[in-house]
């Protein structure tokens, strides 16, 4: 199973940034992929969720200014941020949960977001 994200890069407050995660090795239409982040000096913490019921779940921290969607048929997930301000500097991972009688987590290797003030 390959999980490689894509997308990160320096902004400054207020603008947008669209992460991708695509996802190889495994059925996706089947999987409940995630977005988590992990800023210097706190512990990673979950961003988004979309499970294969395709009902999101955010955050309180970026409800309302992310989005996270998923593209079966691209075997691809998507976290659109808006209104970026400098506490979501951090890197970003995709992660994707997946197993009918055992569950396996797979992680991708992290995008680097920054943003300036």
């Known amino acids: 199973v390959n999980v490689v994200e894509s997308g990160g890069d320096l902004v400054h407050t207020g603008d947008s940034l669209r992460l991708s995660c695509t996802v190889s090795?495994?059925?996706?239409?089947?999987?409940?992929p995630a977005w988590y982040r992990k800023a210097p000096g706190k512990q990673r913490e979950l961003v988004a969720s979309?499970?294969?019921?395709?009902?999101?779940n955010y955050s309180s921290a970026v409800e309302g200014r992310f989005t996270i969607s998923r593209d079966n048929a691209k075997s691809t997930f998507y976290l659109q941020m808006n209104s970026l301000q400098p506490e979501d500097t951090a890197v970003y991972f995709c992660?994707?949960?997946?197993?009918?009688?055992?569950?396996?987590?797979?992680w991708g290797q992290g995008t680097q977001v920054v943003v300036s003030s």
């Open positions: 979309i499970p294969s019921s395709n009902i999101p």
């Open positions: 992660n994707v949960e997946y197993g009918l009688l055992q569950t396996t987590q797979y």
């Open positions: 090795g495994l059925a996706f239409s089947l999987a409940d």
